[in-house]
């Protein structure tokens, strides 16, 4: 059964700071590996989809990396703003039907 | 492109009632999903349909929970009867294929009391 964990829980840094959050997932036989943003009381926003064959996506500040053998996935948040406070849940979909297993997510807060 | 809609955002029920949801993904998604994400916790997978077939259900409680998706396309998700444990937020995504980047709804926020 997979398993994903995200460290840090919760995490609060001044704005303009570059951050790092992680995520490992317990089995390396994953189809892909995809970042959500969720905002108080809203839906979720894709961030980033890593396929199992790559090792790195980036998109504006953001640049998520993947180690399917070690279980292992980075965010990379270059110069943070106050904008970027939310949620990040880290998910990897199953080889079989592509079924997502989600992270408990890491509670980010930038402050001005 | 519009995107997943869900309906109603907010429901407010006491237990042993019963409740539904709506949801219409993007079209011509051929997969769709129903999530449940508890206060604090990631969403978990309850069901997953592959146009108007069922893929996986393993972690839906199918004494009160019920799901359908006709025609291939809406998708209603039921509970009955409900319980207190049962108050989250219920998440519809949809993506173009199995494995495929998944979109999310709003969600609708259950409280069950």
């Known amino acids: 059964k997979q398993e994903v964990t995200q460290i840090p829980a919760a995490l609060s840094v001044p704005e303009g700071e570059n951050l790092v959050l992680n995520c490992s997932f317990t089995?390396?036989?994953?189809?892909?590996l995809q970042w959500f943003r969720q905002d108080p009381g809203k839906g979720l926003t894709s961030l980033l989809l890593i396929q199992s064959s790559q090792r790195e996506q980036t998109s504006g500040r953001l640049n998520a990396s993947l180690d399917k053998s070690s279980g292992r996935s980075t965010l990379y948040i270059a110069a943070s703003q106050p904008g970027d406070s939310a949620t990040y849940l880290c998910?990897?979909?199953?080889?079989?039907?592509?079924?997502?297993?989600f992270g408990q997510g890491t509670i980010l807060t930038v402050h001005p | 492109e519009a995107g997943v809609a869900q309906s109603p955002r907010y429901k407010i029920i006491e237990k042993r009632q019963s409740v539904a949801f709506w949801c219409n993904p993007i079209s011509g998604h051929a997969t769709l999903y129903w999530y449940q994400q508890i206060l604090g916790q990631g969403p978990k997978l309850l069901i997953q349909?592959?146009?108007?077939?069922?893929?996986?259900d393993s972690q839906l409680p199918k004494d009160r929970f019920s799901a359908e998706r006709l025609k291939g396309v809406d998708s209603t998700l039921k509970i009955q009867p409900a319980k207190l444990e049962d108050s989250a937020v219920y998440l519809c995504?949809?993506?173009?294929?199995?494995?495929?980047?998944?979109?999310f709804g709003p969600g609708t926020r259950l409280t069950v009391l």
């Open positions: 995504a949809s993506s173009l294929d199995r494995g495929a980047e998944q979109f």
């Open positions: 089995d390396s036989a994953i189809y892909n």
């Open positions: 998910a990897v979909a199953g080889t079989s039907y592509g079924k997502l297993t």
């Open positions: 349909f592959q146009n108007n077939g069922v893929v996986d």
